[in-house]
C-alpha cells in the first residue's frame, strides 16, 4: 500500500483574514481528486491526505497559488490572525506576515495556536491561543497559556508588554525554545505555563 502523509494547508496572511481563492481549491482538489475528504481544522487550516512520493510536488504547486503547506499534527500552526480591519500599515500586516513565516510548521510536544490582533479590540480572540501577540500603536504585548477547549476554557496571561517590534520573533522562539526542552512528555502548552510560573518564563526569555 503507497505511504500517505498528511499536510496543513492555509492562504497567507492577508487583509480580510482566511481567505482561500476559488483557484486555489480547484488546484487543491486537482491533486488530491474529486473523491478525497478534506478536514476543515479550528486552526483555520486545511488537513489534505497525499501520497508521500509526491509531497515535494504537491507542495510546489500549491505554493505557486499562494498557499502555505506545514507539517500536519505536533507542530507549531500558521498564524490565527485578526482582518487588518484599522488597514494594513496601522495593524502591521507586513509584521504578522514575517511572524508567520517565523513560526509555521516549528515540531512541538502539542500543536501550538499562536494568535496575533492588530490591535485591542482581538477580533482573532488571541488570548484563547497558546501564544498571543497583540499591537499596542506602535508596541507589542505577549500573552502566554490561553486555551479554548474544554468546559473551564482558560484566558492567556500577560507576559510581556510594550516591546518593539524587533524584539517580538525572538521572544517568541525563545518560548518555543523553553517549551520544547522542558515539557513533559506531551504537556501541553497552558499546563505546562502553569508549572513553570509566569515569573520563571519571563526570567528565561526576557
Known amino acids: 500500500m503507497e505511504e500517505k502523509i ?31 475528504k478534506i478536514e476543515m481544522t479550528p486552526f483555520k487550516q486545511l488537513y489534505v491526505e497525499i501520497p508521500a512520493p509526491i509531497q515535494a510536488e504537491v507542495t510546489e504547486r ?25 488597514g494594513p500599515e496601522e495593524a502591521g500586516l507586513d509584521f504578522a506576515q514575517r511572524l508567520n513565516q517565523a513560526i509555521s510548521g516549528i515540531l512541538t510536544p502539542t500543536p501550538l495556536k499562536i494568535g496575533y490582533a492588530g ?17 499596542m500603536k506602535n508596541r507589542f504585548d505577549i500573552y502566554v497559556g490561553g486555551d479554548s477547549k474544554g468546559i473551564k476554557a482558560t484566558f492567556a496571561q500577560l507576559l510581556l508588554s510594550g516591546l518593539s517590534e524587533e524584539e517580538v520573533i525572538p521572544l517568541v522562539l525563545k518560548l518555543f525554545d523553553y517549551y520544547k526542552a522542558e515539557a513533559k512528555g506531551k504537556e501541553k502548552f497552558g499546563k505546562f505555563v502553569k508549572r513553570i510560573t509566569i515569573e520563571q518564563l519571563k526570567l528565561r526569555v526576557s
Open 6 to 36: 498528511m499536510i496543513a494547508v492555509s492562504p497567507p496572511v492577508q487583509v480580510g483574514g482566511s481567505l482561500f481563492t476559488a483557484e486555489q481549491l480547484l488546484e487543491i482538489s486537482k491533486l488530491i481528486g474529486p473523491d478525497q
Open 119 to 135: 490591535c485591542a479590540l482581538g477580533t482573532s480572540e488571541p488570548l484563547i491561543k497558546d501564544i498571543a501577540v497583540v499591537k
Open 62 to 86: 500549491l505554493k505557486l497559488v499562494g498557499l502555505e503547506v506545514n507539517p500536519s499534527g505536533f507542530a507549531t500552526k500558521s498564524l490565527i490572525a485578526c482582518n487588518f480591519c484599522r
